[in-house]
């Protein structure tokens, strides 16, 4: 097949992607895409560096992006609207304070 393109990343990121990787107070999501980006900078492709954190390709394209856009740091924000939803949809709260105010009176 053709070379493998590989990602790009200066001694002191790969020191902090590393660091994320190690520390035990990462969260799980954010290693997996601090590993993602590793593997592409080690030259790994990007089949097999989805294959070995268990990521679709997609996703490691996604995250490589990311990381070539933004640096570390980009790796650490979750895009708006991802994440857990609130338990309560914020119109049910809104109908309750109505009621609540409305038996108040």
Known sequence: GRPIERLEASKEQQLE???LVRASTTP???VRRARI???RVRGRSQQAAGEEVGASRPAVI???RRFASGGVAALLKDAPGRGAKPSIPEET???AREV???VRR
Do not use: S
Request: aromatic share 6%; charged share 55%.
């Open 17 to 19: 992607l590393e660091r």
């Open 28 to 30: 799980q999501r954010i």
């Open 37 to 39: 980006v590793l593997e």
């Open 62 to 64: 996604r995250w490589e």
């Open 93 to 95: 709260k809104a109908k």
């Open 100 to 102: 609540r105010r409305t």
